[in-house]
């Protein structure tokens, strides 16, 4: 009954079709990024097996969104091996 009225309520006012196609896809993608965020390697989902995964991450490894002037390719690690 609640889907019957909103698709009457959007035949009745079709300004209100763009507004919502914008935000569901606002929604989406916000939730795609969370879900891309909670799959990096510095989230810790599971301390018994693997307490620290991120020591353990290549230095070539290109963990930012967007890097404009690191080339990670030639990055040297520093420090030492845990």
């Known amino acids: ?15 209100v079709i763009p507004q919502i196609t914008f935000i569901c896809l606002g929604l989406g ?4 990024y969370l879900i891309r965020l909670a799959k ?7 301390k018994t097996n693997n307490p620290e995964p991120w020591s353990k991450l290549d230095p070539t490894y290109q963990y930012k969104f967007l890097a404009v002037e690191t080339d ?11």
């Open 40 to 46: 990096g390697p510095y989230v810790v989902w599971d």
């Open 72 to 82: 990670y390719k030639n990055l040297k690690k520093e420090g030492p091996k845990f």
């Open 1 to 15: 009954m609640l889907f019957r009225r909103a698709i009457a309520n959007l035949k009745r006012y079709h300004g």
């Open 29 to 32: 993608g916000a939730f795609l």
